[in-house]
């Protein structure tokens, strides 16, 4: 009796130091390969900018922009810590989530993509954080989203933001401003540009079951680099947008 004990707590022993073994594994080589491919895919140039730019940004003026950016944001499992709870909570999501910062070139690849950063976090602040703006040259163009209130930051240095018109309130209750039709069109136009980094960050999601589900807690700290390397897989098999 006491031996088939020792045997089992033996056997039990060794599976949990072979589990060990092997998240330990796993989280070296996930690592390695994210550092990796951040090495194989830098920047590109104003070269490629130029070469691969679809004609529509000509159209609308904006044969400049460099990089388009958007957020995106993945759900995690939550325990009872108040202050992560707080710190994770999206006011956008309704949800505890993760989020990132994506950039891709206007020819449709992924150029890229953030740390992980706490859901409560704004989109002023993650462009702040992650100094995105200063991958784009001097005198060339950023295009986001109209919640990217970054006009000081790209003022700083001397880069054109591109981003859709809004109407806004005048004076009290819910009266607002209405877009001009021209505004209205340029916000269309935008619209149909951005469209690329929307179905970025739906690829990155949708293409790893990994991120399919809320992330568990044992890969928080992992996060930054599974994200990171799904999306730069992503991006080396990534179809360049057409050129029309």
Known sequence: HHAHRARCASRGYSLWRSRGHCLTGVTTWVIYMNTELEREHPLPDKA????????????????????IIDCTEFFVEMGDEPFLQKLLWSEYKQRHTLKFLVAISPGGCIVYISEAMPGSIT???????????DFVRPVAALMADRGFKIWAQCMRRSVRLIMPACSFSAGRGNCTVPMTPREAQNTYEIANLRIHVERAMSEIKKGWRILRSPLVRGRLRLASAIVGVCALQLQAHWPRVASG
């Open 123 to 133: 989109d002023q602040n993650i462009v702040r954080v992650t100094k995105c703006v």
């Open 48 to 67: 490629m900018f130029n070469r691969t730019r679809p004609s529509g940004f000509a159209k609308m003026g904006a044969d400049d922009v460099e990089m």
